[in-house]
């Protein structure tokens, strides 16, 4: 294949263990457009997303949020809840670029930039979602927020406003369409989950998972546990796809735990 995309010549490759790793949208794809992995109707379901939303403080003095690890600081004592909070930055174009305010109002955040401070939150999401092939055969994802996720966003957004206030801030920017601006920590109390609709939040998702999810039954699964294929004795699928639930935390090590176990289940069976 060509820097373009085009085809030059077609090419085929023996081996006798194979290694699927291609993330959690590509993977399914990939095993159903080689005819694997479509046995027990899940294949491309069970998708997680980990759905996140932010809230950016204004400060009077300068925070100085783009120095240093944007992501160095969290909290989880709403771990249990179902919440991990985590602190965050952006360049400023694209914090430019998530902003609901225009014109003067967007301005007036923006020339700000060094005085604003950002805290996000990622949910333990219940809700599922799945991947199909799209146009060109590009991931189509389909995930509904539920009730419990839209609570929790909820929830998340008081917490932020008692952090950023007891902070010192003095305007906050929550992810709502509805309430664009909160100067003070009532205007944020007076939300519920009933007041909010999903089309008033602003939301985001960094950590898809599950739509190879392992099982003991493959009935309902696509691996076992040494993340082989129920179907074929020398496939594995090596990614976040393979994990059966949301973890409510970033998965990195996970998956790079889950990576070193299959790593040596193929050793062994070489």
């Excluded at 373009?4 to 159903?32: F, R």
């Excluded at 300068?62 to 985590?86: A, H, S, T």
Aim: include cysteine; charge should be positive.
């Amino acid at each position: 294949m060509d820097q373009q995309g085009h085809v030059e010549k077609n090419i085929t490759i023996k081996a006798q263990k194979i290694v699927v790793a291609c993330g959690t949208l590509e993977s399914p794809l990939l095993l159903k457009r080689s005819g694997l992995g479509g046995k027990s109707g899940q294949l491309g379901k069970n998708l997680s997303i980990h759905p996140t939303a932010k809230m950016m403080g204004l400060f009077d003095e300068e925070v100085g949020g783009d120095f240093g690890v944007p992501q160095g600081y969290g909290i989880d004592d709403y771990e249990n809840k179902g919440m991990m909070f985590e602190s965050v930055f952006f360049p400023p174009w694209l914090l430019a670029t998530s902003i609901f305010q225009s014109g003067e109002a967007h301005w007036n955040i923006m020339k700000n930039y060094r005085k604003i401070g950002i805290f996000g939150f990622l949910v333990h999401d219940d809700s599922r979602g799945r991947v199909v092939a799209g146009p060109k055969g590009r991931p189509l994802i389909f995930y509904n927020l539920g009730n419990k996720e839209k609570a929790l966003f909820v929830e998340g957004l008081k917490v932020l406003g008692r952090l950023f206030f007891a902070a010192g801030a003095k305007k906050l920017y929550p992810t709502l369409r509805t309430m664009h601006e909160v100067t003070n920590q009532a205007m944020l109390d007076k939300l519920t989950p009933s007041s909010v609709k999903r089309r008033d939040l602003e939301s985001a998702a960094f950590h898809p998972l599950g739509t190879c999810r392992m099982g003991g039954n493959k009935n309902k699964s696509i691996v076992n546990g040494d993340l082989k294929l129920h179907e074929l004795e020398n496939v594995w699928v090596v990614d976040g796809s393979v994990l059966p639930t949301s973890l409510g935390v970033n998965p990195q090590i996970t998956i790079m735990a889950f990576a070193t176990r299959a790593a040596e289940e193929i050793h062994r069976c070489l």
